[in-house]
């Protein structure tokens, strides 16, 4: 049993629900937080916290706080690779207006994020802020871990926030209206707060959990979020010894079957670090199969995967499609990395049952649980996939008579992520040795991915090139690709000009040519005009790198300055 099921056994409990609805709420640096009303009835702040009980509640209170859906009942993270030029949202939502480069300070994609980014370090402040009433009161080991897992919510919601908007303020505390007037700190300061934060979660976080509490923060989510923070943010020596120290728990290892990682049954597996927690009879669930099944499988199809994409992958001899004999065009999926298919559907592929064929003279198609025959929606339907794609991650056939309501978990951080940074520090640094090969390999040669292995003797540039191809082909639609182009410096380049689908009644004639951040260009490709153009994409480099600081945030907050360009 997860702990979130145990938050709804606390629920049962005759514990105060004033407390929750406080500590839920409390300030954050938005004066419309501040001006909120709280019921007069409960008690005062100054009588938290009265036992260990309602710090767990709290404590619990913060993670619940990261099952954030900014859009279309989604998780945030399932959200950002289709504000990239890997997928598309096909809903013209605020996160279509920042992909298209339409958007300003008011766009309520960024804004939802922000806000409940600092809701979530509110209620963190305010736990740290008060739990030392508890001194002496309760076991001090377990104190501890609250304090570590409150410590570790915090600086992990921090991590994001400064990679999508850079520098913002750093509040540690929590503050009243008076003291509402917060500049930026910047990302530098960020950053070291964050890193040493994670190291004292560390200290205090234990490997693994059992039973009720597993789903809470570890000591290799600690680790792994500060190795990430620390590459994102070019401290190569940090990122390879924060990432070696998740390595040197033995604890973590690779799932054997990569796609089943990304469904009920792989749950549990010991790659996944941290994950957020759904459960449908605590009332927590997420709607993301809705948003990406296909229409015959009864999803809307309005977040999807490009072509740009597809071809991307390699194909099994390891080579890009544009080098490898193996490449067909007239059998393009055939004989390519196996993590394309665990990760779109492509046309051809069994996908919930329904043969999956999106070329628009395919009016009929096959439902395989009956045999028959059956008018195929991924063809007729108006909204059918716009790109001729659908994502195939974290869709489980079990949640096809509930699409809206799944309680699938969500990983945030796995191991294979961990290997990558680790590796990609040790190349950015020039340290390359065997264990740079080995971190990448053991990951292209998982038993159901089994990818050919990378040879010795590279150049740094030729496996800075590997690697950020591997980090593509492994970490695609887990929301790590915006924040790895903007690091890359290639935003600027993959953000802008035409979002491509497939050929609605065709293929491509020829590959296109694959540059060396796995990038297509289809340049001299015969028959590209006949590409679908799905969107239109404008990216400004002085001003896109970043998301704008919510306008109503530099209204309020005399001190806080926008981000260049909004």
């Not at 640096?29 to 009303?37: I, K, P």
């Not at 305010?126 to 871990?145: C, E, H, S, V, Y």
């Not at 055939?334 to 919930?352: C, E, I, Q």
């Amino acid at each position: 049993m997860r702990f979130i099921q145990f938050l709804k056994t606390l629920q049962m409990k005759k514990i105060h629900y004033w407390f929750l609805a406080v500590a839920l709420t409390l300030s954050t640096t938005s004066c419309e937080d501040y001006l909120e009303r709280y019921p007069l009835e409960g008690p005062a702040d100054q009588s938290y916290f009265a036992n260990a009980s309602e710090l767990e509640l709290a404590v619990n209170g913060c993670y619940k706080g990261m099952n954030f859906h900014p859009l279309d009942g989604m998780p945030m993270q399932l959200l950002l690779d289709d504000g990239t030029d890997l997928g598309w949202d096909r809903n013209n939502s605020s996160l279509q207006q920042i992909a298209k480069g339409s958007h300003d300070s008011n766009n309520s994609f960024s804004k939802s994020i922000w806000d409940n980014s600092y809701k979530i370090i509110g209620r963190c402040n305010f736990i740290l802020d008060n739990m030392g009433k508890l001194d002496g009161k309760m076991d001090a080991t377990l104190q501890a871990r609250y304090r570590a897992e409150t410590r570790f919510v915090r600086a992990y919601t921090y991590h994001y926030l400064i990679e999508l908007f850079g520098g913002v303020p750093l509040v540690t505390k929590t503050i009243g209206l008076a003291e509402s007037q917060v500049p930026k700190s910047t990302k530098e300061e960020c950053v070291t707060f964050i890193m040493s934060e994670l190291d004292a979660a560390a200290n205090d976080l234990p490997v693994s959990y059992s039973g009720i509490n597993a789903g809470r923060a570890t000591k290799g989510a600690a680790l792994a979020t500060k190795a990430r923070t620390a590459l994102y943010n070019e401290k190569w020596a940090d990122a390879a010894t924060a990432a070696k120290a998740v390595m040197d728990l033995n604890y973590h290892k690779l799932h054997t079957n990569y796609g089943q990682l990304f469904s009920y049954a792989g749950q549990t597996s010991a790659e996944i670090i941290f994950a957020l927690q759904y459960l449908k009879t605590s009332t927590v669930v997420h709607a993301t199969p809705q948003n990406f099944l296909s229409r015959n499988a009864q999803g809307a199809s309005n977040k999807v995967p490009g072509q740009v994409l597809v071809d991307a992958y390699e194909c099994t001899d390891g080579l890009t499609i544009d080098k490898s004999p193996l490449y067909n065009p007239k059998d393009p999926f055939k004989n390519r990395d196996p993590r394309l298919d665990f990760t779109v559907a492509v046309p051809g592929s069994n996908y919930f049952n329904f043969k999956f064929e999106t070329h628009k003279d395919s009016v009929k198609t096959i439902n395989y649980a009956t045999g028959a025959r059956v008018d195929n929606q991924d063809a007729i339907h108006a909204f059918a996939t716009y790109t001729g794609y659908c994502w195939r991650k974290f869709t489980d056939i079990a949640d096809a008579a509930d699409r809206n309501n799944s309680e699938l978990n969500i990983s945030l951080i796995r191991y294979a992520e961990v290997l990558l940074i680790y590796a990609e520090a040790k190349i950015e640094a020039n340290q390359i040795d065997q264990s740079v090969y080995d971190a990448i390999n053991a990951v292209r040669q998982r038993p159901t991915v089994n990818m050919p292995a990378i040879k010795t003797g590279k150049t740094q540039a030729e496996l800075r090139s590997i690697i950020r191809k591997e980090r593509k082909y492994e970490l695609t639609n887990e929301g790590f690709r915006l924040i790895d182009i903007r690091r890359w410096k290639l935003a600027d380049k993959l953000l802008a000009g035409n979002f491509l689908g497939r050929i609605p009644k065709g293929l491509l004639a020829t590959a296109p040519v694959i540059d060396a951040n796995g990038t297509p260009d289809y340049s001299s490709v015969p028959n590209k005009a006949d590409m679908r153009v799905v969107e239109v994409r404008i990216f400004k480099p002085e001003r896109d790198y970043l998301w704008p600081i919510p306008f109503i945030e530099t209204v309020t907050n005399k001190a806080l300055t926008q981000n260049p360009g909004y």
